[in-house]
Each structure stands twice: as C-alpha cells, then as structure tokens.
C-alpha cells in the first residue's frame, strides 16, 4: 500500500508542476465531470486524504481551509506539502496491525458509518487515482499532454 501512497504523491506533484506552465483560467474554468476544474480537484485532492487520515484516522483536530483561500498553484501547493508533512509519518508506519482498527465517520447529513482503516487508506488510493484521470482528460481538452499516470517506470519497486 505504501508504494501506491507514493505513486500517488508523486503523481500529484508532477501536476503542481505541469499547472505552472498553464493559465489560472484555464485551471479554473469550468469542466464537465468530478470537481469541475483542474486546481480545485487538486486542492480536493489533497483535503480528502489529509481529512480521512488526520482527521479522521488519527482524530486529529485538523483545519482544511475553503478553496477560496488557497486558490492559486502556489498555495495549493503549499497546503498539499503541509498535509503530507502531517500525513505521511502515519503512512510510513502503516503495519497489519492497522488494516481492521475501525473509526467512525460522521457523513455530511449527521450518520455515524464504521470503516476499517484499511479500507479507508485504499479508498484514498483509488479516490486520487480516479481524479487523476479526469485531469489527464482536461489536460487533453486543452491541447496539452497529460502528466504520465504510469506506475512503471518511477523507481518505486527496486529490482533485487
């Protein structure tokens, strides 16, 4: 699981750095599907994980700022290195012994759900990789090639 944390991670700061070469109305223009924009899905993105895992997960008291105050790359990019500096410790000591602990979610109407830590750490996986899809879509939308969403090749599994 780690190994896809990391993938991720990377993945998504390849993005902060292709954003920079790309116009804020361009991030910012609506689009069809997810999000509806480039930069409000990274910043998404980034709230999710660190909301599930620090806020969630670990219980921390956490503030995730509105969109509106961080809405530049820069900033975006800044809240996304200050979560993962939270996040990532709990990540790279993530053991088996974690994967049935369980933590309850209060959902946006009041219920309490129950979920097990090691789905809500896959969930994470699959919910950033989902996202990274629609902006490789955008990114095509707008003539521009899309960071590589391939995980081969990035040095994450070493050849013994």
């Keep these: 699981m780690l190994k896809l944390f990391e993938y991720n991670w990377q993945v998504r700061d390849e993005w902060f750095d292709w954003c920079d070469s790309v116009s804020e109305a361009?991030?910012?223009?609506?689009?069809?599907?997810?999000?509806?924009?480039?930069l409000p899905t990274l910043y998404h993105i980034v709230a999710v994980e660190y909301g599930w895992i620090c806020g969630g997960i670990q219980e921390k008291t956490i503030h995730i700022p509105p969109f509106e105050e961080v809405a530049s790359v820069q900033r975006v990019?800044?809240?996304?290195?200050?979560?993962?500096?939270?996040l990532a410790p709990f990540v790279y000591a993530w053991n088996d012994s974690l994967?049935?602990?369980?933590?309850?979610?209060?959902?946006?109407?009041?219920?309490?759900?129950?979920?097990?830590?090691?789905?809500?750490?896959?969930?994470?996986?699959?919910?950033?990789?989902?996202?990274?899809?629609?902006?490789?879509?955008?990114?095509?939308?707008?003539?521009?090639?899309?960071?590589?969403?391939?995980?081969?090749?990035?040095?994450?599994?070493?050849?013994?």
């Design 26 to 38: 361009e991030l910012l223009k609506k689009r069809t599907g997810g999000i509806g924009s480039i």
């Design 77 to 86: 990019k800044a809240f996304s290195a200050s979560c993962h500096a939270e």
């Design 99 to 160: 994967e049935d602990r369980m933590m309850i979610d209060i959902t946006d109407s009041g219920e309490r759900e129950p979920h097990k830590y090691g789905e809500v750490m896959r969930h994470l996986i699959a919910h950033e990789i989902h996202h990274i899809g629609q902006l490789s879509v955008w990114a095509r939308e707008i003539g521009r090639k899309p960071v590589t969403a391939n995980l081969i090749g990035r040095g994450l599994f070493e050849i013994q």
